[in-house]
């Protein structure tokens, strides 16, 4: 099992930018692919980028396709999701994910291990 802790979020105008972090230990970060998912409130949590074990392979969601960038620093062992042209619709719950393969999936159930959750809002 590995451990996450996200940090990063916060309230930010339409148009701004925030770059969240996910801090992992406990086991060793390059087994594990990791991702990055959402849940507004009413809503269920939903994918939103995902990288692989070096950060070569990348996936986004179509709705932040342009807008957000995965990343991951290996020797830190934090994998990074930067937000820029934030939007409203973007106010979501974000949580870290990690699945003990080194590819990476889209999909909820691949993952493993989760983090606690940083709120990000974005004001009209």
């Known amino acids: 099992q590995v451990q996450l802790v996200e940090s990063g979020g916060g309230l930010v105008q339409a148009g701004g930018s925030l770059r969240l972090s996910c801090a992992a230990s406990?086991?060793?970060?390059?087994?594990?692919?990791m991702g990055w998912f959402r849940q507004a409130p009413g809503k269920e949590r939903e994918f939103v980028a995902a990288?692989?074990?070096?950060?070569?392979?990348?996936a986004y969601a179509d709705s932040v396709k342009g807008r957000f960038t995965i990343s991951r620093d290996n020797a830190k062992n934090t994998v990074y999701l930067q937000m820029n042209s934030l939007k409203p619709e973007d106010t979501a719950v974000y949580y870290c994910?990690?699945?003990?393969?080194?590819?990476?999936?889209?999909?909820?159930?691949?993952?493993?291990?989760w983090g606690q959750g940083t709120q990000v809002t974005v004001s009209s």
């Open positions: 994910a990690a699945r003990g393969v080194r590819s990476s999936r889209a999909t909820i159930s691949d993952y493993d291990d």
């Open positions: 406990g086991r060793t970060f390059t087994n594990y692919g």
């Open positions: 990288n692989n074990w070096s950060g070569s392979n990348t």
